[in-house]
């Protein structure tokens, strides 16, 4: 009665899909924007242009990863290319061109980057009347940008709390259901640009033929379970005890394959997709983890939520979490939902008891 039941969803599913797919023929990323722009009748078209922005900004920096296999013929970083220019890394490329299309979009009033320590005020007369902040990591898991394994660019968008003039830290410090829009671009075997304004999720590929992101992946949502966890295994021995028991409940009990880029918009996009669970869990020596909250855990907690998944710290909601610093990292369990709720019964059976 169970397959049964699950055969009906999945089919459901898959009309729901193609009735979209249908709708939305061939229909390129800006063409979705404004066409879903219209489901808001108030809508000024400020959040439509800034996520146009961002996408634009994504193909130029997609254009820079492509060419990262050619570093040896075109000067490394750091060193003069043949025209002379210096060449910049990679992640610091991607800062500076989302941050010059986002100043000079016109639509955002601050910007927050995991490359910047301080928040960056858009100080011109449109950064002062303009609505949105936008938190990023412009390049994220460039670890691999040697190895040619996927890459990502992560974002958020909030509604300034603050009045009209410069923008200020409160603005950035917002939990993540305060958030009006997330995404990712995945820069692997093909660019895809994934992202959700708290109406699901949608994905876009770009084909490179015309330069466009065209709509391939509507209506995404997250099986509740999946194959596969993504961990970084080498830190086992130093994960909580409730991390190390649900992993091994994970492979002993539950066969679960290990699959880990060490790229989170890669093991995130497998995970959104094909359900399953990525953890990036609290170790000895990094009590809150590696990922920024901000930049990394929160708008792939909207995404996922989004999606039908979850995330949390392993005790508290990610998107409940109230930030406290521009930076500040925290311990991320994100996928499925029938996987985060045993990652709930484990930290409760084996927390340490707190005296
Ligand atoms: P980065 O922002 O410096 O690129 O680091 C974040 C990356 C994530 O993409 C990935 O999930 C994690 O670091 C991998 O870390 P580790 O090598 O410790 O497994
Ligand atoms: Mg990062």
């Known amino acids: 009665m169970r397959n049964f039941s699950l055969k009906m969803n999945n089919f459901t599913a898959l009309i729901k899909k193609t ?13 979705f924007i404004i066409l879903k722009e219209k489901d808001y009748p108030d809508a000024k078209g400020n959040l439509s242009k800034l996520l146009r922005d961002i996408g634009v900004a994504s193909k130029v920096i997609n254009r820079e990863v492509n060419k990262a296999g050619l570093v040896d013929i075109l000067g490394a970083a750091g060193k003069t290319n043949i025209q002379d220019e210096e060449q910049q890394k990679l992640d610091v490329f991607a800062n500076n061109m989302l941050i010059n299309y986002l100043k000079n ?37 460039s670890s691999n940008i040697d190895i040619n394994a996927s890459i990502g660019t992560i974002f958020s968008i909030y509604k300034r709390k603050s009045p009209v003039g410069p923008c200020n830290l409160e603005d950035f410090l917002q939990e993540g259901n305060k958030l009006v829009a997330a995404g990712y671009v995945i820069y692997g075997s093909s660019t895809m640009m994934v992202y959700s304004t708290g109406n699901g999720v949608n994905g876009f590929t770009l084909d490179p033929s015309i330069g466009e992101f065209c709509l391939s992946h509507p209506d995404i949502t997250t099986p509740d379970t999946g194959k596969y966890y993504a961990v970084n295994q080498s830190n086992y021995a130093f994960f909580p005890e409730h991390t190390r028991r649900y992993i091994d409940w994970l492979v002993n009990e539950k066969r679960k394959g290990l699959r880990y880029i060490g790229s989170m918009v890669g093991d995130m996009h497998r995970t959104l997709l094909q359900g399953g669970i ?72 084996y927390s340490e008891a707190i005296s």
Not at 109 to 133: C, F, L, M, R
């Open 19 to 31: 009735l979209v797919m249908n709708r939305y023929n061939g229909i390129t990323l800006d063409e």
């Open 105 to 141: 979009g016109g639509q955002c009033t601050g910007i927050g980057s995991e490359e910047n320590e301080d928040v960056i005020v858009v100080d011109t007369p449109d950064g002062h009347q303009a609505h949105y902040v936008v938190l990023m990591d412009p390049l994220d898991g």
């Open 278 to 349: 990525f953890m990036y869990p609290a170790t000895t020596s990094s009590p809150q983890g590696k990922l920024r909250l901000l930049y990394e855990c929160i708008p792939m907690a909207f995404l996922m939520q989004q999606a039908g998944g979850r995330a949390s710290d392993g005790h508290q909601e990610i998107m409940d979490i109230v930030p406290q610093e521009l930076h500040q990292r925290s311990p991320i369990y994100i996928g499925s939902t029938r996987l985060l709720k045993r990652v709930d019964q484990f930290v409760e059976k």
